[in-house]
């Protein structure tokens, strides 16, 4: 870690699978309370249109995504 690096922890939503801030209770997007600290893999969705990867997680807003989430 640098010296003044922040860790920001992060949670990944059951529904969804956007990951949000860990102080977060509610999914920002789905509006679900079905947040997890047991998620792995990450895909940063920056055009859904285009994005093959969002077409396939049904993914319609830009954002960073859980692959799997438990």
Not at 26 to 47: A, F, M, N, Q, R
Request: net charge positive; glycine share 4%.
């Amino acid at each position: 870690m640098l010296s003044g690096e922040l860790i920001v922890e992060e949670r990944a939503c059951k529904n969804c699978h956007l990951i949000t801030r860990k102080d977060k209770s509610l999914c920002p997007k789905c509006k679900t309370h079905t947040l997890s600290d047991d998620y792995s893999g990450e895909v940063i969705i920056l055009d859904p249109q285009h994005s093959k990867i969002a077409k396939y997680m049904n993914i319609n807003i830009k954002g960073k995504y859980a692959l799997r989430v438990r």
